[in-house]
C-alpha cells in the first residue's frame, strides 16, 4: 500500500494555510481615506485594434510586457478543454525554431516568456526587451502547433484528470460550477477524461484561428521604458499581425433554486466533505453594491477574523478554515461559502454556515470590525499602487469593464464610504440564505442521515454533475472479508509466492505540477522501508524505517518520527499486508458493494493493530485492489489521501500494480500525484544497511 511514500509525498507537499491577523486591542479611529495619486497610462491603438497601454517607471531597469485578448466566456462542449491545450502549445516553440531553440533564446538572456489561450507574457532587462517582445509575438503569431507535441500535452492532460477523478476537491469544484450555471454553459462546463479524448490537432487549430488575433487585444508594457519607444516597438511586432474579428459572448443567466437545496456527490473513498453553500450573482464592477460587497464578503469569510473560520473553525474545530469569495464581472459570478470538514459533523458544520450568514444578514456589524477591515484594505491597496504593472491593470480594466475613469482614484472613496446598513443591505441581496444552493461532496453513507435531518430537498448528483437514484450500499451475499482478501492474495500470486519475496527494489517516478521527480523505494520483510526522491540528481526527499525507528529528511532538514507516525509503519506485518489481515490482529468490516472508476469493488473498512484506519476497495471481478482512502495529519492540517492501483503487470511470480495516482485534499488545497513505476526487483539490490 506504500503509506511510508504516501506520507512522505504528503508531508513534503503540504503547508499551513496562512492568515493575517488583526491587532483588535488598539481600534483604527475613522478617518479620511488615504490619497492615492495614479498616473495616466499612454494609451495607443494600433490599425489592427490592439490596444498598447505603457506605463514609464525608470526605477529598475527592466521591463514587461502581457498581451491579453478579451474573448469573454467560450464554449467548449464536448471538447471542453481544448482551450487549455492550444494555450499550451503556444509554448512549444514557432514556425521558425523549435521548442529547444526556442528556449534557448529565451532563457540565454534571462528573460521569462509563458503564453497561455488569452495571450502572454514576458520579462527581460530592458537592454534585452526588444527581443523579449519580439520572442513573445512569434510564439503567439507563429506558433508551430506539430502533432508530436500535441499529443504529448494531451497525454499529459488526460494523466492528470485521472488524478483529479479521484479528488474529492477537484470533483466538488466542477460539479458546482455545472450545478450553479448549467452543463452546456460555459461558465459551468468542465474537461474530462472523454472531453479531452474528443479532441484533435484540427480543433485546436481552429481555436487558435478564432481566438487568438488582435481583435480585443490589450498590449500592456511597464517599466523602464518611455511611451513612444513603446508603441514603435509594439508597432513592429504586433502592427502587421491580421486575424478574426472577436464577438463577445451572450449568455444567458441561470437561476438559482426557488428553495434552498442539498446537493450530494457521493465520493465513496472521501473521509472529509467539501461543503460549498453558493448562488449566482450579477455583480459588475460598475454596480453600486460592489464596493459594500468587497466588505461584506470579507467580514463574512475574507479571513481568520471573520464570522466563518472564527466560528466553524476557532470555536467548534470543525475544520482547519472555512471561507467565502464572491467576484465581480461582466458575466454572471457566484458567492461561495466553503469548508472541508469531517464526514461526522457534516450537517453541524452545515448549520453553521447558515448561521452566520443570517447573521451578516440580520445584524449590523460592529463599527470595530468594518473599521479594522476598512483599513486592511486601504493598506493592501495602497500597496498595490506601488506595483506599475498593477497601475497598467487598473487602466485596462477600465477598458474592459466600461469603467468611469477615475474609478481607481476613487476607489478607497468608496471603500470607506460604506456604513454598516450598507454590509447587512448586500448581504441581503447576494448572500443566498432561502434559496442557497449547496453543494457536498462526500461519503454519502456517512452524511446522508444528518443531511436529510435539516429538512432541505436532499438530490443526489455523479461526479459528471448528472443526477442519480438514492443510493444505499450494496448488499453483498454469502461474501465474508475473508473471501476478498483470500481473491486478491490469489490474484497477485498466491500465499506461497508472495511468502518468498523478502525484499522490494523498485524505480520509478512521480508527476507533479508538470515536473517528474525519480523516486527509489526499498522494502525488507517484515516492515522495514527506504524511499528517496531526487530533482536534477540532488536528493530532495528520504524516508527510513528500520522496523523500530525512523526519520525522514527534507531538504537537509531531518526529523525523527514521533510515536503516532511509527504506529503507521509498526503495523505492517509483511510486505503484502494482507496476508496479516486474518490473523485477530486487525479488523475487518464488510461496507458493501460500490463503484470505483466504473467497476464494481467491495468496500471494506479497515482497523489495524494501532487503531490507524482505511478503507479498501477491492475489483469484485479480478480480485485486485483497486483503491485505499486514509486520514492522516502532517503540518497541523488533517490530509484525506486516496490511491489509486492500475496496470498491474507479473514481475517473476507475483502480479503488482505499476500505476498509481494519489489525491491528496486538505482544507488549504491539494495535490494530485501520478506514480508511475519503471522496474521492479524481487530478492535482489536491498540489503539491512540501506535502512540505518
Same mark, same amino acid.
Given at each position: 500500500m506504500r503509506k511510508i511514500l504516501l506520507l512522505a509525498v504528503a508531508g513534503m507537499l503540504l503547508s499551513n494555510g496562512y492568515a493575517q491577523k488583526i491587532d483588535r486591542s488598539h481600534p483604527p479611529k475613522p478617518g479620511p481615506a488615504p490619497v492615492i495619486k495614479l498616473e495616466d497610462p499612454s494609451i495607443y491603438k494600433l490599425d489592427n485594434g490592439v490596444t498598447v497601454l505603457v506605463v514609464e517607471n525608470h526605477k529598475v531597469p527592466s521591463v514587461s510586457a502581457t498581451y491579453y485578448i478579451n474573448s469573454g466566456p467560450i464554449k467548449e462542449g464536448d471538447k471542453a478543454g481544448v482551450m487549455g491545450l492550444m494555450g499550451g502549445m503556444l509554448n512549444q516553440g514557432t514556425t521558425s525554431m523549435d521548442k529547444a531553440a526556442f528556449d534557448e533564446?529565451? !532563457? *540565454?538572456?534571462?528573460?521569462?516568456? %509563458?503564453?497561455? @489561450? *488569452?495571450?502572454? %507574457?514576458?520579462?527581460?532587462?530592458?537592454?534585452? &526587451?526588444?527581443?523579449?517582445?519580439?520572442?513573445?509575438? *512569434? +510564439?503567439?503569431?507563429?506558433?508551430?502547433?506539430? !502533432?508530436? $507535441? &500535441? $499529443?504529448?500535452?494531451? +497525454? *499529459? !492532460?488526460?494523466?492528470?484528470?485521472?488524478? @483529479?477523478d479521484k479528488s474529492v476537491a477537484a470533483i466538488a469544484s466542477n460539479v458546482t460550477g455545472a450545478l450553479l450555471f448549467g452543463k452546456s454553459s460555459p461558465l459551468g462546463e468542465f474537461e474530462t477524461q472523454q472531453t479531452v479524448s474528443n479532441i484533435t490537432l484540427s480543433d485546436v487549430k481552429n481555436m487558435y484561428q478564432k481566438y487568438i488575433t488582435p481583435s480585443n487585444g490589450y498590449l500592456t508594457i511597464v517599466g523602464d521604458i518611455k511611451p513612444e519607444a513603446a508603441k514603435k516597438l509594439a508597432e513592429k511586432y504586433f502592427g502587421n499581425w491580421k486575424g478574426e474579428n472577436i464577438t463577445l459572448p451572450t449568455i444567458a443567466d441561470a437561476s438559482n433554486p426557488a428553495k434552498t437545496e442539498i446537493d450530494v456527490v457521493n465520493m465513496p473513498n472521501a473521509v472529509q466533505s467539501v461543503i460549498n453553500v453558493t448562488n449566482v450573482v450579477s455583480l459588475p464592477l460598475s454596480s453600486d453594491d460592489y464596493f459594500a460587497v468587497l466588505l461584506a464578503n470579507q467580514i463574512l469569510g475574507g479571513g481568520s477574523d471573520a464570522y466563518l473560520f472564527k466560528d466553524i473553525r476557532e470555536k467548534h474545530a470543525y475544520t482547519y478554515g472555512a471561507y467565502s469569495s464572491i467576484f465581480g464581472g461582466n458575466y454572471q459570478t457566484s458567492f461561495r461559502a466553503s469548508a472541508s470538514v469531517r464526514n461526522a459533523v457534516t450537517d453541524s458544520a452545515l448549520a453553521l454556515f447558515f448561521d452566520n450568514i443570517k447573521k451578516i444578514r440580520t445584524e449590523p456589524v460592529s463599527e470595530e470590525l468594518l473599521n479594522n477591515v476598512k483599513a486592511e484594505y486601504n493598506g493592501n491597496f495602497a500597496i498595490g499602487t506601488e506595483n506599475p504593472a498593477r497601475i497598467a491593470s487598473f487602466a485596462r480594466d477600465i477598458l474592459v469593464h466600461n469603467l468611469p475613469k477615475d474609478y481607481y482614484r476613487t476607489y478607497l472613496q468608496k471603500i470607506n464610504a460604506v456604513t454598516a446598513a450598507d454590509v447587512m443591505r448586500v448581504a441581503k441581496k447576494y448572500f443566498n440564505y432561502d434559496n442557497s444552493r449547496v453543494v457536498i461532496t462526500g461519503k454519502a453513507e456517512d452524511i446522508l442521515p444528518g443531511l436529510k435531518a435539516m429538512g432541505y430537498p436532499v438530490k443526489l448528483y455523479d461526479k459528471d454533475a448528472n443526477p442519480v437514484a438514492a443510493e444505499t450500499p450494496g448488499k453483498v451475499a454469502d461474501v465474508s472479508t475473508k473471501d476478498v482478501i483470500d481473491k486478491y492474495i490469489n490474484a497477485i500470486g498466491g500465499v506461497e509466492n508472495l511468502k518468498k519475496v523478502h525484499t522490494l527494489l523498485v524505480n520509478g517516478s512521480m508527476g507533479v505540477q508538470g515536473m517528474s521527480i525519480p523516486f527509489v523505494e526499498k522494502r525488507m520483510s517484515p516492515n522495514k522501508q527506504f524511499l528517496v526522491m531526487t530533482m536534477n540528481g540532488n536528493e530532495v526527499s528520504k524516508t527510513v524505517f528500520d522496523g523500530t525507528k525512523g526519520y525522514q529528511k527534507q531538504m537537509g532538514n531531518t526529523t525523527e518520527m514521533n510515536k503516532e507516525q511509527l504506529a503507521k509503519y509498526t503495523d505492517q506485518k509483511s510486505l503484502f499486508n494482507q496476508l496479516a489481515y486474518n490473523d485477530g490482529t486487525y479488523k475487518l468490516t464488510m461496507k458493501g458493494l460500490t463503484k470505483v472508476n466504473d467497476k464494481d469493488a467491495y468496500e471494506i473498512a479497515v482497523t489495524g493493530p494501532s487503531g490507524q484506519k482505511t478503507t479498501e476497495f477491492y475489483d469484485v471481478k479480478t480480485g485486485y485492489l483497486l483503491q485505499v482512502a486514509m486520514s492522516s495529519e502532517a503540518n497541523g492540517q488533517q490530509m484525506s489521501i486516496v490511491s489509486s492501483f492500475d496496470d498491474y503487470k507479473k514481475v517473476d511470480d507475483i502480479y503488482l500494480p505499476f500505476l498509481q495516482s494519489i489525491a491528496i485534499t486538505a482544507s488549504n488545497g491539494g495535490q494530485n500525484l501520478e506514480m508511475k513505476t519503471d522496474a521492479v526487483k524481487i530478492n535482489q539490490g536491498v540489503s539491512g544497511a540501506d535502512f540505518e
Open positions: 533564446a529565451v !532563457e *540565454q538572456d534571462g528573460t521569462n516568456l %509563458s503564453l497561455n @489561450s *488569452q495571450g502572454g %507574457s514576458v520579462a527581460a532587462l530592458d537592454r534585452y &526587451f526588444d527581443k523579449g517582445l519580439m520572442l513573445m509575438a *512569434q +510564439a503567439i503569431q507563429n506558433p508551430a502547433l506539430k !502533432e508530436a $507535441d &500535441f $499529443d504529448k500535452l494531451k +497525454a *499529459q !492532460e488526460i494523466n492528470g484528470l485521472k488524478a @483529479s
